[in-house]
């Protein structure tokens, strides 16, 4: 267990709808990241926060969205839904920024487009 | 921008025997770190193994080691002794020194699927 915790598991929509996943980082951790894996564009990294403030952005598009809250847990917001969005994502955490503290990533949400 | 590659899609191994993951990398940094991930079938990312570029020495973590060569930057995984619980999706990653203000994101190659046969 690495004690990020992401829900949900699993998430079954419809294209053009909007979803919500969910990350709570481990206790102490500050950073949170976000990756997308997908079959043809593999890992890639979306988004990062730490302590409430954005730090960089990745491959994101413009149809998602992350937030982190006071308590530090974190939102993904995927809106305008496409088949191409069907994928594994992935919430990190890190206690702070540098390289050699290591990313402990939660189990993922699959996220479904039909 | 650093980019990683794992030039093996697919290995197999033996269980009990020994198999080597490549990854090489991409970088104008000097200081880096380098990890392996493990992603079984229940989809979890699992660290297996960091390197940090400064340190000469060659990290291990029990059956697992790493022959770090920083020139050539390349960057494999032995697996010794392999079992049947090794079964996964390899994921070479490299992430910069950070602490400059910057995102310190995880930068991944496409993976080396590892099947043992027993």
């Not at chain 2, 770190?33 to 699992?46: C, D, G, N, V």
């Amino acid at each position: 267990d690495s004690g990020v915790t992401q829900t949900p598991k699993h998430l079954i929509t419809a294209t053009g709808q909007r979803v919500t996943l969910r990350c709570s980082p481990r206790s102490g951790d500050l950073s949170v990241y976000w990756y997308q894996q997908s079959l043809d564009q593999g890992l890639q990294f979306l988004i990062q926060y730490y302590n409430g403030e954005e730090r960089a952005k990745g491959n994101i598009l413009e149809r998602f969205s992350a937030q982190q809250f006071p308590d530090l847990h974190s939102e993904l917001n995927l809106s305008s839904l496409e088949l191409g969005d069907s994928a594994l994502y992935f919430c990190a955490s890190s206690v702070g920024e540098l390289g050699n503290q290591p990313q402990h990533f939660g189990d993922g949400t699959r996220l479904s487009i039909l | 921008a650093q980019t990683v590659t794992q030039s093996q899609p697919e290995m197999s191994v033996q269980e009990a025997e020994t198999v080597t993951l490549s990854c090489t990398y991409d970088t104008s940094e000097s200081d880096y770190y380098l990890f392996w991930y493990k992603q079984p079938p229940s989809r979890q990312m699992i660290l297996v193994i960091r390197q940090e570029a400064y340190k000469q020495q060659n990290a291990t973590e029990n059956r697992f080691s790493v022959n770090f060569q920083k020139a050539a930057k390349s960057f494999s995984l032995k697996i010794s002794d392999s079992q049947l619980g090794d079964a996964a999706m390899y994921f070479c990653a490299y992430r910069p020194r950070g602490g400059q203000g910057g995102s310190e994101k995880l930068v991944f190659g496409k993976g080396t699927k590892l099947t043992v046969n027993p």
